[in-house]
Every structure is written in structure tokens, then in C-alpha cells.
T-cell receptor
Framework: AQSVTQLGSHVSVSEGALVLLRCNYSSSVPPYLFWYVQYPNQGLQLLLKYTSAATLVKGINGFEAEFKKSETSFHLTKPSAHMSDAAEYFCAVSDRGNQGGKLIFGQGTELSVKP | GAVVSQHPSWVICKSGTSVKIECRSLDFQATTMFWYRQFPKQSLMLMATSNEGSKATYEQGVEKDKFLINHASLTLSTLTVTSAHPEDSSFYIC????????????FGSGTRLTVV
């Protein structure tokens, strides 16, 4: 079975500081990995996805993530935080269709940005 | 880009009544749709996988007679919460996977259900 673990349910950074949100995955097959952002009472917006092409993936709003197979990690980073980045972030893994392509989510990390 | 429309955005219903939530892919065909439930300050819990023209596959612990899913066309899936009770109050989100797409998942904006 696949799973993802997000380390830290809450991360707080100052505006302009580096954002690092951690995600580790477990998968018996090569995974597809995703990062989503959710604002209050809204659906999820895709930030970026890894589908076995380049290991360094660039997404929207200045976010990027690096797939590290040896560490089973897919951490999300942004060089400089904006106030508008404050939201809930979810890492997710898909089984590439072997089990119907289900998307399994981590527990989520709430990002706060201090002025 | 791919858009998924989910309606209603919020609904309040009386205990014992049924509520239907619609999920439509507006500009692409979705062979597979997924329904999630989210409690406050928690992650998304997959309830079921809906495939066009066939029965939905429910996750363990999800009552299929309580949460009826229909995927009658390549652009529409519905979730009906039958005989709703206050414990069914939650945020429900659908997701559609584009047919033939490179594992792209597009999410609806969610439905806030409150059962009183």
C-alpha cells in the first residue's frame, strides 16, 4: 500500500524566508507524487507533480520540489515566502493506475507567514 | 486548463433527508472520478472511486448504501448522502482524472454539508 507522511502539521516562517515543507512517501511501485495547496473552504489547487521525468520539478507561484528516491522524499520549497502563501499544503501519491490511480494524501501542513 | 465544477458549494439539510452533490468536468472527459471527505483541520479521506458506466469502488469503512455514487457520463458524477444525520456533516470534495491524461487530477471547489 502507498502512503505519504508530512513532517510537521504546522510550519511558521517570516515573510521573505525560505519555505520548506517535508514529505516522505512509501510505495511498492515507482510513484507519481503531487503537492497541492488548499485555502479555507476551497478545493485543492495543484502546485506541481512528479511523473518520472526530471527529478527537480518546478511548479506555480515559485514553488519547486525534488524527488529523491534514495531518501523516499519529495520536499516542497520556495525561496522567499509571501503572505499569500499562508494555506494548507498536502503531499499526495498515486499508484500510476495499478490500483485505479487513487490519490492518497498526507496529513497536511499548515503554513503560516509572519510579516 | 481543466476545470471541475462542484455543486452546491454549501447545503444545509434536515436530519433524515437526502442530499445530492454534483461533480462535472467542464472541458475534458473523466473516466474516473474520486470522492473525498474532509473533516476540519484534517486531510482528505478517499471515500470511493467512481468509474463511468460501472459501480463505484468504496474504500473500507465507507457505507455504500449511505453514500450513493453514480457516474452516468464521462463528465458527471454524483454523490447522494442518504438519510443524512449530523455526523455526516463535513466538507466533500470531488476530483476528476482526465481520460488519457498524464495522471492529472483536477479538484472541485468542495461542498460544505451541514445536517441539522
Amino acid at each position: 500500500a502507498q502512503s505519504v507522511t508530512q513532517l510537521g502539521s504546522h510550519v511558521s516562517v517570516s515573510e521573505g524566508a525560505l519555505v520548506l515543507l517535508r514529505c516522505n512517501y512509501s510505495s511498492s511501485v515507482p510513484p507519481y507524487l503531487f503537492w497541492y495547496v488548499q485555502y479555507p473552504n476551497q478545493g485543492l489547487q495543484l502546485l506541481l507533480k512528479y511523473t518520472s521525468a526530471a527529478t527537480l520539478v518546478k511548479g506555480i507561484n515559485g514553488f519547486e520540489a525534488e524527488f529523491k528516491k534514495s531518501e523516499t522524499s519529495f520536499h516542497l520549497t520556495k525561496p522567499s515566502a509571501h503572505m499569500s502563501d499562508a494555506a494548507e499544503y498536502f503531499c499526495a501519491v498515486s499508484d500510476r493506475g495499478n490500483q485505479g490511480g487513487k490519490l492518497i494524501f498526507g496529513q497536511g501542513t499548515e503554513l503560516s507567514v509572519k510579516p | 486548463g481543466a476545470v471541475v465544477s462542484q455543486h452546491p458549494s454549501w447545503v444545509i439539510c434536515k436530519s433524515g433527508t437526502s442530499v445530492k452533490i454534483e461533480c462535472r468536468s467542464l472541458d475534458f472527459q473523466a473516466t474516473t472520478m474520486f470522492w473525498y471527505r474532509q473533516f476540519p483541520k484534517q486531510s482528505l479521506m478517499l471515500m470511493a472511486t467512481s468509474n463511468e458506466g460501472s459501480k463505484a469502488t468504496y474504500e473500507q469503512g465507507v457505507e455504500k448504501d449511505k453514500f450513493l455514487i453514480n457516474h452516468a457520463s464521462l463528465t458527471l458524477s454524483t454523490l447522494t448522502v442518504t438519510s443524512a444525520h449530523p455526523e455526516d456533516s463535513s466538507f466533500y470534495i470531488c476530483s476528476a482524472r482526465e481520460t488519457g491524461g498524464v495522471y492529472g487530477y483536477t479538484f472541485g471547489s468542495g461542498t460544505r454539508l451541514t445536517v441539522v
